[in-house]
């Protein structure tokens, strides 16, 4: 029989047997496609009621489309006391606190990514380990630390320990870019007599912008919706960041603002959206190194 008849013959039906199978994958795929609907649905929703319950003038805790839009919840909000000043206290902590964390997980990486020493592994393990601590049972000891040496109340001393809990992540999340670097690029540098500080800044540091572009967004993001650190050390209600004036909108017995604490919300969501979409590029390009290592 010649190819073309193989060809344009009658196709080869599925036995018996063997459509019970299909038809068990076909369930099966379409029992994981509405478990990702629902689980899609979970996180939609939410959203979807912030948006509409911002424009909505009747606003309740119920997703509605509602009957006649307008921006009153948004000029409820927009105001020195409700949302200028928190909202700048935010990026004053989260600001500082993120570029403190990236300058000194910067310089505690690149010695235990370029050395090799036995404590390594030992202070990566610690690292490890101070990531699994939760807040709470170390707040105490903290808060009485800062009573101490007179840092509560103050947004120096919220940076730094804002700083100081985002940092052991960061030293991991910095020193796996870092590995991703060739090595052959600073001994060039080192051999036309650059420091190791300098290699740092001028070569490390600018081929591993996607690493930087991380620590940077996961920092700001963590600090930025914490609530229990800046309502432990912060005492002054001009001091407060926006994580914890949110809480304004929660009145007495049970009553609750729902339209403008949902106007709020986007206000207070844009900064952070606004952060990724300026890194978003970064985000998904890789290292360019192009032909820097040969051989």
């Known amino acids: 029989m010649s190819r073309a008849r193989l060809r344009t013959g009658p196709r080869p039906r599925l036995h018996p047997r063997s459509r019970p199978r299909v038809h068990a994958r076909a369930a099966r795929r379409l029992l994981a496609d509405a478990c990702l609907l629902l689980v899609a649905a979970a996180f939609a929703l939410p959203l979807a009621w912030v948006v509409l319950a911002a424009v909505d003038p009747a606003a309740g805790l119920r997703v509605r489309v509602p009957g006649a839009l307008t921006l009153g919840n948004f000029r409820a909000v927009l105001t020195p006391d409700i949302t200028y000043t928190p909202l700048l206290n935010s990026l004053i902590l989260c600001g500082g606190g993120t570029a403190l964390t990236v300058v000194c997980a910067a310089l505690a990486a690149y010695p235990l990514s370029r050395f090799r020493s036995r404590l390594n592994r030992p202070f990566l393990l610690t690292v490890l380990f101070a990531t699994s601590l939760p807040i709470t049972a170390i707040m105490v000891p903290v808060y009485a630390l800062f009573v101490r040496v007179n840092l509560i109340d103050t947004l120096q001393g919220t940076i730094l320990f804002f700083a100081a809990t985002q940092l052991p992540f960061a030293i991991w999340l910095m020193k796996n870019f870092m590995d991703g670097v060739p090595k052959e690029l600073e001994e060039a540098a080192w051999t036309d007599g650059a420091s190791p500080l300098q ?71 844009t900064p952070v959206i606004l952060l990724y979409v300026l890194v978003s590029r970064r985000l998904g390009s890789g290292f360019a190194l192009g032909g820097a290592v040969k051989g």
């Open 199 to 269: 290699s740092l800044l001028r070569i490390v540091l600018p081929l591993m912008g996607p690493g930087l572009a991380v620590v940077t967004v996961f920092s700001f993001v963590m600090m930025w919706g914490n609530f229990f650190v800046p309502f432990m050390l912060l005492l002054t209600p001009d001091q407060m960041p926006a994580s914890v004036s949110v809480n304004d909108f929660f009145g007495n017995r049970g009553m609750v603002a729902y339209g403008q604490l949902a106007a709020f919300s986007v206000i207070y969501s």
